[in-house]
């Protein structure tokens, strides 16, 4: 399981915005009945939780991630959206279709 850990204001204010690596993780591996689960602990619970890429439709997965180099992972979905995780270096990128268009 992966906590994301994002950057919030100061104090004990935390939001928890999962970063562009996180999402990358997440989608490389998810598998149905699967869900990114995000907490936090501030005033505005719902608006620190809520974030625009969880509108963004992906479309079905075209299979399992494929290692495309040594610990390097692609996977392609449906939309055009693709992920690459490298495990190499832990982190990971999202090319969203709607933004290549």
């Not at 690596?21 to 997440?26: L, R, V």
């Given at each position: 399981m992966a906590e994301a850990k994002g950057k919030g204001g100061g104090g004990n204010h935390s939001s928890c915005k999962p970063d562009e690596?996180?999402?990358?993780?997440?989608l490389a591996?998810?598998?149905?009945?699967?869900?990114?689960?995000?907490?936090g602990n501030t005033d505005d619970l719902?608006?620190?939780?809520?974030?625009p890429e969880?509108?963004?439709?992906?479309?079905?997965p075209k299979g399992p991630?494929?290692?495309?180099e040594t610990g390097v992972w692609?996977?392609?979905f449906a939309s055009g959206t693709y992920v690459v995780w490298d495990n190499n270096a832990e982190q990971?990128?999202?090319?969203w279709a709607h933004e290549r268009a």
């Open positions: 690596s996180c999402i990358a993780a997440f591996a998810v598998e149905p009945y699967t869900y990114m689960h995000c907490m719902l608006g620190d939780t809520v974030f969880m509108e963004y439709k992906v479309g079905e991630a494929k290692e495309t692609r996977r392609d990971g990128t999202v090319t």
